[in-house]
């Protein structure tokens, strides 16, 4: 009989902690989306923005936790969305992959032009963007049938090196204010409320896509010794940490800057604006290093979208619903999703090839384009998974079952979280053409966000018709490795 789970107990907490904290790349947000957030929108109170993005999301953690011990999933939303309804969770499992595919993909129009430039700088030797995107592609490849324990401790030391780069520069700002004189305007929360038309809005949303990878945790799962706790602890802790450095460092930005500054010094300095202010403090060979962890940042956030990516295609092989079997039977040597991860690659390969030869700007059109398009996916995806919390929760109360979390976990929390979430996909929508940096006539603010949505509606009514024509295909939706089980209902689902 084929194998149809991952290998068990290979990863302890600090794997799933640098794994959600590698997926955020947070050195990789400070230097490069936090500078647009400022040029784009005006606002100077970021460091609020991304307290306030953490309250919303610690709002949705806690149920989404709960439920994760007793929904084990590499197809962590998809599995749970089956739980609200199987037709529309045949909508969510292509939806969750296609957008973690494209938050991969689109960090190679980042990597490319960046250490191109750099290397190039450094040695004097010309290296291209395609080859640069090409050795990255080769490194996720390998990592992806790689045991995931061993990629973990590569990530873990590359992450471990990022952070401490973040707390070395905060140490050099903060006891150097703009003019001698203490800044606290970013902190001030009215603030928000300030910068262009949608500016808050947008600020917001985008704030939300630097936390994207704060769920994945529960992706891995399957294969983390003592899962349950471990799951909570690594999320908990990437979630502290993250905030931390966010909110800190964008203070410290606006301390060595000046409140009145940073908004004019983000459009005009672009990428550079962190590196500009602490130069004159840490010296050239500092920057150097940091500009190699801004390479090894984007590097590791592609490492963990292509295993994140891997492994939902992984859970939609092992029921055989959406894609072939083949795909869920997992390595017999390294027990990972080795299939997943040479279909992945392949994907990959074919866009940064179509790229090349179309001649197309790969920051603009691929990181940003594919960036954004992804994190607004993960947004509504969490929306509903919200919604099924709220769901399978209030199923189990009526069946008898007597869970140990509070009434705040399993129904107030989500149910508050499904309206926020809601309301940050809708207002990502309105003001989509600030988030992409185009007119608001563009229609590419439309086309973008309209994707999810029209796969959501075309997929889920593909999914009742296969309950109809199929109904023993249709209920091997979000059993995952009991696909095989299909006479046993999921339970909660509705249609």
């Known amino acids: 009989m084929a194998l149809t789970a991952l290998r068990p107990d290979q990863l302890r907490t600090v794997h799933p902690t640098v794994f959600i ?4 790349a947070p050195w990789t947000v400070l230097v490069g989306v936090v500078t ?14 991304f307290l ?21 999933n590499p197809g962590a939303a998809y599995g749970m969305i089956a739980h609200l309804s199987r037709s529309i969770a045949l909508a969510a499992g292509p939806i969750c992959y296609l957008a973690y595919m494209a938050l991969q993909v689109g960090l190679y129009g980042m990597i490319g032009p960046f250490v191109s430039g750099r290397v190039t700088d450094w040695t004097g030797l010309h290296v291209t963007t395609l080859q640069v995107q090409l050795i990255a592609w080769l490194i996720v490849l390998i990592s992806g049938l ?20 973040v707390v070395v520069f905060d140490a050099f700002l903060i006891p ?13 929360p009215t603030h928000l409320l300030g910068g262009t038309g949608g500016g808050a809005a947008t600020t917001m949303c985008i704030a939300f896509l630097a936390y994207v990878g704060i769920e994945s945790g529960v992706v891995m799962a399957s294969e983390t010794r003592n899962r ?49 202010l602490a130069r004159p403090y840490v010296g050239p060979v500092v920057i150097d290093v940091a500009n190699a962890l801004f390479g090894t940042s984007v590097l590791i956030a592609l490492i963990t979208f292509a295993l994140i990516s891997n ?3 992984f859970a939609g092989g092992r029921e055989r619903v959406w894609v072939p079997r083949r795909i869920g039977q997992p390595s017999v040597r390294n027990g990972v999703p080795a299939a ?39 947004m509504l995806l969490f929306a509903l998974t919200s919604l099924s919390v709220f769901v399978f929760f209030r199923r189990r109360r009526r069946a008898g079952e007597h869970d140990t979390e509070s009434v705040a976990v399993r129904a107030v929390l989500p149910l508050v979280a499904f309206v926020l979430l809601s309301a940050m996909v809708v207002l990502s929508v309105i003001n989509y053409d600030m988030m992409l940096g185009v007119p608001a006539d563009d229609p590419l603010r439309w086309i973008i966000p309209g994707i999810p949505f029209t796969l959501l509606v075309v997929l889920s009514v593909a999914g009742i018709v296969l309950r109809r024509v199929r109904p023993g295909t249709w209920m091997r939706i979000g059993l995952g490795e009991h696909a095989d089980l299909a006479a046993a209902p999921t339970e909660g689902a509705l249609a």
């Open 36 to 49: 647009t957030m400022w040029a784009v929108t005006h606002i100077t109170a970021v460091p609020w923005a």
């Open 228 to 276: 349950a706790r471990a799951t909570v602890r690594a999320t908990t802790t990437a979630m502290i940490i993250i905030t931390g450095l966010y909110s800190v460092t964008t203070w410290a930005i606006s301390q060595a800057a000046g409140d009145d500054n940073v908004v004019h010094r983000a459009q005009t300095e672009t990428q550079q604006f962190l590196f500009n």
């Open 21 to 24: 904290m590698s997926s955020q």
């Open 176 to 188: 150097h204010p703009y003019q001698g004189h203490p800044q606290f305007g970013t902190l001030d």
């Open 340 to 378: 997943a991860a040479l279909v992945q690659a392949v994907i990959a390969l074919v866009v940064i090839l179509i790229w090349y030869l179309a001649g197309w700007d790969p920051v603009v059109t691929l990181f940003y384009y594919f960036g954004t398009g992804g994190g607004f996916t993960v």
């Open 311 to 313: 492994r939902y295609l």
């Open 52 to 72: 306030v993005v953490a309250g919303v999301i610690g709002m949705y953690l806690p149920g989404y936790l709960a439920m994760s011990k007793r929904v084990v």
């Open 146 to 165: 790689t045991r995931i324990k061993v990629t973990g401790w590569f990530v873990a030391l590359l992450m471990l090196a990022e952070v401490a780069l």
